[in-house]
């Protein structure tokens, strides 16, 4: 009864190091690890033993006698995988031990920035070590990033991540800072003053624009902002989504365009289920889109999202999902190909809204007077330019859609981050490993670019404490002593409401108890004041210590 990976995988590879055969690729430091979309359990070498599914924290992996109708495509991807890499060396890689790495006994004092899961794994393996201290800053009063405000709120198995960061939490070492605003409230300068090292796991807050006309319209948004306004985002809670006519173009078809697609088409009823915001969701009960646009530059072959998620698309039962693509361009070796040629054979219900994954299609302009109403479509070809890799180029071939929102998803791009050096060709701080200069680090996205899922950003996080670590066992960091509380006090006299564990548990648990009255994971609360109010009142009660400091 082999165990199989399904939709919801992270890449946090703690199902490798458990997995006492070896039997879980491809593994961290292997080809392909870093761009892998999932890990695979190979069927031929799994011994049935379970170690994975109690070491996954986000419960992807299942036997496959309890695969769920829609999951039961992934027992093939699994195994296919193999076929196409053996992986002939099975050395059992939970029998390999890590090794404590610091020399000097003496405690470190770390300061994070950012509550995201990079900033999560980071304190994560500090905490390893027995001298390390952390503390977890960011700028909103609530943590874990995208993991709350990013992951689709349909995808309730992904946000299970939540549960690993509560463990770390639970570390001895471990503290929040929340509600500081590393830059405006506290400077690099003064954090390195009270702790001997500064790692930023800040990410790419910007979106890469389309760079047409009519962009700037009412109703041209963001795709991020969209799923920030969803997910109960404070910056968000205010945008303006026009939600008042049938089709809406999403421009660019990665995953988060397919959540984005998949989200504005679901039965409320369904979302109702879910942690959605409040807010999103009386808006979507009475929206009147019928139809989400999905527009790709190229081809099947060359589309940005990845089989997991097309396959999580394709299981979809109350929706329609038009394929608008030549059936030559449906056949090759690419394993998402056959998926989208079997949708495109589906009939289409007209009782169902529709989502149309439309190929070879490129925006031009964006049309309206006062709002959008228009968006001139052209057709693509293929061309390869000078290195052999095939581009998109227009062609003289042109629509007009009617659509009252477009949604641009073409990417993440990180922007500068105060007192540290920007590289403004592939927006990322510049650093060498991780490293920035001895005692200041950065991880996750800043570091490496919007790639990668969340667990990726667990070995992400493990090259930059290595060379932290180095550091400190080559000198080049002060190991004076470091006094972090004089600085929460210093904060907190400068009216910062700085929110600790205590204050993140209370606003955790009466999220929570609002959700269960409705049946819901959580009713998650977007007004600031109120988060900062509700996080105070925990403070003050004393309602969680949290770790203890080392």
Same mark, same amino acid.
């Given at each position: 009864m082999p165990y199989v990976v399904t939709q919801s995988c992270c890449n946090d590879a703690s199902c490798v190091v458990a997995c006492p055969v070896n039997c879980i690729h491809p593994a961290p430091g292997e080809p392909g690890f870093a761009e892998a979309e999932m890990l695979h359990v190979d069927p031929a070498t799994c011994v049935d033993c379970g170690a994975c599914v109690t070491a996954c924290p986000v419960g992807a992996i299942v036997p496959h006698t309890k695969l769920r109708p829609h999951e039961l495509p992934f027992l093939e991807i699994n195994a296919s995988y193999y076929r196409k890499n053996p992986h002939a060396d099975r050395t059992p890689l939970a029998l390999v031990p890590r090794q404590r790495r610091l020399l000097d006994p003496a405690p470190v004092r770390v300061a994070v920035v950012g509550a995201g899961p990079a900033g999560m794994y980071t304190a994560d393996e500090l905490l390893r070590h027995p001298e390390a201290s952390v503390d977890v800053y960011d700028r909103l009063p609530t943590p874990y990033g995208l993991v709350r405000a990013g992951v689709a709120?349909? $995808?309730?198995?992904?946000?299970?991540?939540?549960?690993?960061? $509560?463990?770390?939490?639970e570390q001895p070492g471990f503290r929040y800072r929340l509600g500081v605003d590393v830059g405006e409230d506290v400077t690099l300068e003064e954090l390195l003053g009270h702790y001997h090292a500064v790692v930023y796991a800040v990410g790419a807050s910007a979106d890469r624009s389309l760079g047409i006309p009519g962009e700037d319209l009412p109703g041209s948004l963001s795709a991020t902002e969209l799923v920030g306004w969803y997910n109960g985002h404070p910056d968000h809670r205010h945008l303006d989504v026009r939600l008042d006519r049938e089709r809406v173009v999403v421009v660019g078809n990665g995953n988060v365009a397919l959540d984005v697609a998949r989200v504005l088409t679901s039965d409320p009823a369904r979302l109702a289920a879910t942690d959605i915001a409040d807010h999103a969701l009386d808006a979507l009960a009475a929206s009147r889109v019928r139809e989400v646009v999905v527009l790709g530059r190229r081809g099947p072959a060359?589309?940005?999202?990845?089989?997991?998620?097309?396959?999580?698309?394709?299981? #979809?039962?109350?929706?329609?999902?038009?394929?608008?693509?030549?059936?030559? /361009?449906?056949?090759? =070796?690419?394993?998402?190909?056959?998926?989208?040629?079997?949708?495109?054979?589906?009939? !289409?219900?007209?009782?169902?809204?529709?989502? !149309?994954?439309?190929?070879?299609?490129?925006?031009?302009?964006?049309?309206?007077?006062?709002?959008?109403?228009v968006l001139q479509v052209a057709r693509t070809e293929l061309v390869p330019d000078e290195h052999g890799v095939l581009r998109a180029r227009l062609t003289d071939q042109v629509e007009l859609l009617e659509a009252g929102m477009v949604l641009r998803s073409v990417g993440y791009r990180g922007v500068p981050v105060r007192d540290l050096p920007h590289d403004p060709g592939t927006g990322t701080v510049r650093n060498t490993g991780g490293r920035v200069r001895p005692g200041v680090y950065v991880a996750g996205w800043a570091k490496r670019g919007p790639t990668g899922f969340i667990g990726s950003n667990k070995t992400c996080a493990q090259e930059t404490?290595?060379?932290?670590?180095?550091?400190?066992?080559?000198?080049?960091? =002060?190991?004076?002593?470091?006094?972090?509380?004089?600085?929460?006090?210093?904060?907190?006299?400068?009216?910062?409401? !700085? !929110? /600790? #564990?205590?204050?993140?548990?209370?606003?955790?648990?009466?999220?929570?108890?609002?959700?269960?009255?409705?049946g819901r994971p959580r009713r998650k609360i977007v007004d600031i004041a109120e988060l900062e109010q509700l996080a105070a009142l925990g403070r003050r009660a004393g309602r969680y210590a949290g770790g203890s400091t080392r």
């Open positions: 709120p349909d $995808h309730q198995d992904t946000k299970r991540a939540e549960r690993l960061f $509560h463990a770390i939490e060359q589309a940005a999202f990845t089989l997991p998620e097309l396959v999580g698309l394709a299981a #979809l039962r109350d929706v329609n999902v038009v394929v608008e693509a030549a059936a030559e /361009d449906l056949e090759g =070796d690419d394993p998402r190909l056959p998926v989208l040629a079997e949708m495109a054979r589906r009939p !289409v219900d007209p009782a169902l809204r529709t989502i !149309v994954l439309r190929f070879n299609a490129a925006p031009v302009e964006i049309l309206g007077t006062g709002r959008v109403t404490v290595g060379r932290l670590l180095d550091d400190l066992d080559a000198g080049l960091i =002060d190991r004076g002593p470091r006094d972090p509380h004089r600085l929460e006090a210093e904060l907190r006299r400068r009216g910062v409401p !700085v !929110v /600790d #564990l205590a204050g993140w548990r209370a606003v955790d648990e009466e999220e929570r108890r609002r959700g269960a009255a409705d």
